[in-house]
């Protein structure tokens, strides 16, 4: 069966979110995480300043990587041993493992970031400031709405997930992908968040909602359909 998705998904959301808090500043004022539009000394002074903050947003988005792999390993499992055999769940599969692995080199690229004497050197800061801005952004993204794409289809065609969470799915799919436009239009970045942040609701739902078996799948259509039925309008013969 496998550990529980739900709980899995969560993690995920805590560590990543964790890790964030040590970056950001909910009142918009400095010190916080800099944006690309950010001079080079201003990058480099952040990370000049803040190394402590930083290497433990590292910490935290390395750890978040794992229960997030453990997530798409575990759930595309599942599909396929709940009869899943369509290319939905290789999709997700892709997806998933590519957001896994570009979390993780992001996280580790930040670490070096933090390292003394690092942001001291303005061009490397730099360099590697952006390589974590696209691969922890658009990176983090596009791979997302893949697999959630791959699951909402594959899961909501067979009713293992219901029609509005599939809905929910391809909606945040969009947007990931929408987002990879912001390469070329960095205007477009507002797609990221839009992604990543409901992005952890959803994963939390389905994980929870996913059945775990066959039996399970076949009580929760049954529900489902009785609570359909019940909902809508009785007509009278």
Same mark, same amino acid.
């Given at each position: $069966?496998?550990?529980?998705?739900? @709980?899995? *998904?969560? #993690?995920?959301? %805590?560590?990543?979110?964790? !890790?964030? +808090?040590?970056? /950001?500043?909910?009142?918009?004022?400095?010190?916080?995480?800099?944006?690309?539009?950010?001079?080079?000394?201003?990058?480099?002074?952040?990370?000049?300043?803040?190394?402590?903050?930083?290497?433990?947003?590292?910490?935290?988005?390395?750890?978040?990587?794992?229960?997030?792999?453990?997530?798409?390993?575990?759930?595309?499992?599942?599909?396929?041993?709940?009869?899943?055999?369509?290319?939905?769940?290789?999709?997700?599969?892709?997806?998933?493992?590519? $957001?896994?692995?570009?979390?993780? @080199?992001? *996280?580790? #690229?930040?670490? %070096?970031?933090?390292?003394? !004497?690092? +942001?001291?050197? /303005?061009?490397?800061?730099?360099?590697?400031?952006?390589?974590?801005?696209?691969?922890?952004?658009?990176?983090?993204?596009?791979?997302?709405?893949?697999?959630?794409?791959?699951?909402?289809?594959?899961?909501?065609?067979?009713?293992?997930?219901?029609?509005?969470?599939?809905?929910?799915?391809?909606?945040?799919?969009?947007?990931?992908?929408?987002?990879?436009?912001?390469?070329?239009?960095?205007?477009?970045?507002?797609?990221?968040?839009?992604?990543?942040?409901?992005?952890?609701?959803?994963?939390?739902?389905?994980?929870?909602?996913?059945?775990?078996?066959?039996?399970?799948?076949?009580?929760?259509?049954?529900?489902?359909?009785?609570?359909?039925?019940?909902?809508?309008?009785?007509?009278?013969?």
């Amino acid at each position: $069966m496998g550990p529980n998705l739900g @709980i899995l *998904a969560i #993690i995920f959301a %805590v560590l990543f979110n964790t !890790g964030l +808090a040590f970056v /950001i500043s909910l009142s918009g004022t400095p010190p916080y995480f800099p944006g690309p539009w950010e001079s080079a000394d201003t990058i480099a002074t952040y990370f000049r300043n803040q190394q402590h903050d930083v290497l433990i947003c590292a910490f935290f988005h390395f750890g978040s990587a794992i229960p997030f792999g453990l997530f798409v390993a575990t759930t595309v499992s599942r599909l396929r041993f709940l009869g899943i055999n369509s290319a939905g769940a290789h999709i997700a599969l892709f997806g998933g493992i590519m $957001m896994a692995i570009g979390q993780a @080199i992001s *996280a580790l #690229i930040l670490w %070096v970031m933090a390292y003394p !004497g690092i +942001a001291s050197d /303005i061009s490397t800061i730099r360099a590697l400031y952006y390589a974590v801005y696209a691969i922890g952004g658009v990176g983090y993204s596009v791979p997302l709405g893949i697999f959630i794409a791959g699951v909402s289809i594959s899961a909501g065609l067979t009713k293992l997930l219901p029609k509005w969470v599939m809905i929910f799915g391809l909606l945040l799919f969009a947007f990931g992908e929408l987002s990879w436009l912001s390469l070329i239009f960095p205007r477009l970045l507002f797609f990221i968040p839009l992604t990543r942040f409901p992005g952890f609701i959803w994963l939390i739902i389905a994980g929870f909602m996913l059945p775990k078996s066959a039996q399970n799948r076949q009580e929760l259509i049954g529900e489902r359909a009785l609570i359909k039925n019940v909902s809508e309008p009785q007509v009278a013969t």
